[in-house]
């Protein structure tokens, strides 16, 4: 996940809870910016720990390379 992509959800995350602590939206509301912010994180979670793969996997080619060179 790129820097951008994690900067606008955690940005997003905050203004939900905002709204939420605000007291302005109905019981409904306040569920569906919930779900947002599981959403959000569960997103984050999957593409960092997609990226972790892809970096151990470019470690392990390097590694592999420079041993041979």
């Known amino acids: ?3 951008q992509k994690i ?3 955690a940005f997003r ?3 939900l809870c905002h709204q ?3 007291g302005e ?3 409904k509301g306040e569920a569906r ?3 947002e ?3 959000l994180i569960g997103q984050m979670q999957i593409e960092a720990e997609a990226d972790e793969r892809a970096q151990d996997y470019l470690d392990e080619k390097y590694r ?3 041993d041979g060179e």
């Open 1 to 3: 996940m790129n820097l």
């Open 64 to 66: 592999q390379g420079g």
């Open 33 to 35: 910016r919930e779900r």
């Open 7 to 9: 900067s606008n959800s």
């Open 37 to 39: 912010i599981i959403r």
């Open 25 to 27: 939206y109905s019981k």
């Open 20 to 22: 939420i602590a605000s």
């Open 13 to 15: 995350i905050i203004d």
